[in-house]
């Protein structure tokens, strides 16, 4: 019977003699250290090409802090389920929360001991293992020169700045936006900003509201099936019944746009969108408490891009709305209606 070979780990510092112990410790341990790194862009070099079992690395290193290697390793396919380990003389609770948003899977100080070390990695394997159900798929080792370490750093971080901003920039709105109707229409600019459409709406199930915005010429046509599809949607996740007919409507169409093109036909509704908006009111967290929908006239208008972006903003959008909800109801049980109310860009239709 044949023993299984040892797991094979890269080990990255920028210190020759940690080097050297974290190597000669993990050895004593029966694992193979096939690399060691000077810093954090040879590990992710190390990482490509040996596709090692595990990776334990220093956090303070040149070029490329233990920090970012991890998450540009995490941000990979091909070393995505790699362990990392962080082994660091850095022990702040702000560390350690750094560390797990970067994916580091264990975060160990440096005044470690020996069976410490081997039990982390030990661990972590296992919990790999398990979640990939026993089988890991090895992609064919790469060989990546430094400019292209930082080129896929620069995009990790340019997107990383970009979902930040963008997470921002909608929970800002649950501070900034005095009501109800003024936060569905800031969720809406701000979806709107980043994703092309013609409609864009927030069917909401407890006012049986529609709040709509037209970004493009559309028909008539294209308008009503944008509404009945939403109140389709809204009936299939609440399991209600939701008809178009019985919403109360709020337009936000102030270049007239709906309705007025020269042929009708092209701009009907050619694809359309929707996710579920969930909040955590009376109903109680996750509870669908309306739906988010997008319509363009152009076919297949929304691509991965865009569907990227959505998901990114699925969970704030929702509980942004919810917010609003909360806050419009508060207002108007404590002040019975004697608050004036801003003006507001949806007039009602009926």
Known sequence: ???????RVVVADDSPT???????????????????????????????????????????????SGYVAARLLKEDWATADIPVVLLTSLD??????????AGADRYLTKDFQAEELGQALREVLAAAEESRGGRRLYPDPAELDADEVWERTCE?????????SLAASMTALAATCPDLESTVAGVLGVIGAVVES?????????????????????????????????????????????AMEDLTMRLADPAGLLGQVDDPAEADLATYLSMPLR?????????????????????????????????????SAGLVVDNGRLREHTLHAAAAGALPRPSSPYPTLR
Do not use: C
């Not at 019977?1 to 797991?7: F, I, K, V, Y």
């Open 1 to 7: 019977m044949t023993s299984s070979p040892a797991p």
């Open 18 to 64: 940690l080097r050297k112990v974290v190597a000669s410790v993990l050895t004593r341990e029966g694992f193979d250290v096939v690399a060691a790194a000077e810093d954090g862009l040879e590990a992710v070099q190390f990482a490509h090409l040996h596709q090692p079992d595990a990776i334990v690395m220093d956090v303070q290193m040149p070029r490329l």
């Open 92 to 101: 702040a609770a702000s560390d350690r929360y750094w560390g797990a948003q």
């Open 156 to 164: 990790v971080f340019d997107r990383t700045l970009f979902q930040t």
């Open 198 to 242: 013609s409609l864009a709406g927030v069917l909401l199930v407890g006012e049986r509201t529609a709040y709509v915005t037209v970004n493009h010429g559309v028909s008539q046509s294209h308008y009503r099936e944008f509404l009945r599809r939403s109140a389709e949607v809204v009936s299939a996740s609440t399991g209600g019944h939701f």
């Open 279 to 315: 909040g955590v009111g009376a109903a109680g967290p996750g509870s669908v408490i309306g739906v988010l929908a997008l319509s363009s006239a152009v076919p297949d208008a929304f691509g991965d891009a865009a569907m990227t972006t959505l998901r990114l903003l699925e969970a």
